[in-house]
């Protein structure tokens, strides 16, 4: 009878004591066993049946990589990984069932201990054998709750409490959070920040598999208060949430892309702005806007140009809202703007000069974006459009999109 046998490091404690011995010192070594059962074809009868000494010899092995991590709490502690390859089969049906029954004659022989590893079956293996890892590494990125959730609507002024919770998934073994951030986008700060000051959590235990922070602070007189929360677990895995608390009953963004070229000359500016209605129950809407003009490139021949401060731009906004045909009206008034900032390079010498841009909110082109508004299957409104014209010789056309969402109360 031939048994052939794949070893990264070690077989088992009756033929390798040293390597064992490192195994229980926390060394992370994995075997692997090319011929555990009867027959690898799912085809054949006995290929569920193991061969004379192959148990043993897994029982062995699952232990010694059970061993194989210090500081174990019984049902705290990673798990160790048996993976089920099966291959040789053109039925994957059959291949995945064959797979399945190994997996339960392999746990039968563990018994309660079975639990204490993870199994994993792969019917489209290279080779059919069954490999024990005690490696155990954290790939996994935490979940983020964040209280009040993002879309509730808050009052400009008041102070806001927001909690944010860490979670680290159930599944799988885990290294804990290490750090949790609550950020204020728009002014690039933190509201809060906690971070773990111990170097690792102990391997086996739930301690800081869960962490909550909060932060409190004013909301801003803005229409949207944008946010970012991040999370970071030991093993560097990272998840980041924008969070965004408006202050009205509907409320979003409005972008646009404006570019003109013509007599050897290009300007191209893009803005992006917030916005907020309120609806007053009787079919008007009252809200703000408010924006900058964050890029802005021009060529010219002979000069160089560099932008230097980006435009802002205010208005008020007034409509109607129908409910029952879910239509929307809305315009720009009051606006107010101010001019940007550039800086030019010519043979003459370098000059700083204002910069006006092209008030897309205030035409046509924004009343047809609330026109236009279509429900998304998540509740949305979106809609886009684009306009050419020519002006001074120039052809200039103007790419635009708007999304609304109603807050949360």
Request: hydrophobic share 35%.
């Given at each position: 009878m031939r048994k052939s046998v794949t070893l990264s490091l070690a077989f088992a404690a009756s033929v390798v004591p040293a390597i064992v011995a490192a195994q229980q010192a926390g060394t992370s070594v994995s075997v692997s066993h090319d011929d555990?059962?009867?027959?690898?074809?799912?085809?054949?009868?006995?290929?569920?049946?193991?061969?004379?000494?192959?148990?043993d010899w897994f029982k062995d092995a699952a232990k010694n990589a059970w061993n194989s991590w210090d500081n174990r709490a019984p049902g705290q502690c990673p798990k160790p990984k048996i993976t089920i390859d099966v291959s040789g089969s053109a039925d994957p049906v059959l291949a995945t069932a064959l797979a399945a029954a190994r997996r339960d004659v392999l746990r039968a022989l563990l018994g309660t201990n079975a639990d204490k590893f993870t199994w994993v079956e792969n019917?489209?293996?290279?080779?059919?054998?069954?490999?024990i890892d005690p490696r155990v590494t954290d790939t996994a990125a935490p979940r983020i709750t964040v209280n009040p959730p993002s879309g509730t609507k808050v009052k400009s002024g008041r102070r806001l409490t927001i909690k944010v919770t860490a979670t680290e998934p159930e599944s799988g073994w885990q290294s804990g959070i290490k750090r949790i951030q609550i950020e204020d986008v728009d002014q690039h700060s933190n509201l809060q920040l906690w971070n773990n000051d111990a170097p690792m959590p102990r391997p086996c235990g739930n301690a800081g598999l869960t962490r909550a922070i909060e932060a409190t602070a004013e909301v801003p007189v803005k229409p949207v208060w944008h946010l970012?929360?991040?999370?970071?677990?030991?093993?560097?895995n990272r998840v980041a949430e924008r969070v965004e608390y408006p202050t009205g009953d509907w409320y979003g963004r409005f972008e646009w892309k404006h570019a003109c070229q013509g007599g050897g000359n290009r300007d191209v500016t893009r803005g992006v702005s917030d916005l907020t209605l309120d609806h007053d129950g009787r079919g008007n809407l009252t809200g703000r806007l408010a924006g900058s003009t964050p890029e802005r490139s021009q060529t010219m021949p002979t000069c160089s140009f560099?932008?230097?401060?980006?435009?802002?731009f205010s208005a008020k906004l007034i409509g109607s809202y129908t409910s029952g045909q879910d239509t929307f009206s809305a315009q720009a008034v009051e606006v107010r703007t101010t001019p940007g900032r550039a800086s030019w390079t010519c043979p003459a010498g370098t000059t700083v000069t204002e910069q006006a841009f092209f008030t897309v909110y205030e035409g046509p082109m924004f009343r047809d974006a609330f026109r236009d508004l279509r429900r998304q299957p998540d509740g949305s409104r979106?809609?886009?459009g684009e306009n050419t014209?020519?002006?001074g010789g120039s052809t200039c056309t103007t790419t635009y999109s708007l999304t609304l969402r109603q807050a949360q109360n």
């Open positions: 555990l059962f009867v027959h690898n074809n799912p085809n054949e009868s006995g290929a569920t049946d193991l061969k004379p000494g192959a148990a019917p489209a293996g290279q080779s059919s054998k069954v490999e970012l929360v991040t999370a970071f677990d030991y093993s560097n560099r932008y230097v401060a980006p435009g802002t979106k809609s886009n014209f020519s002006a």
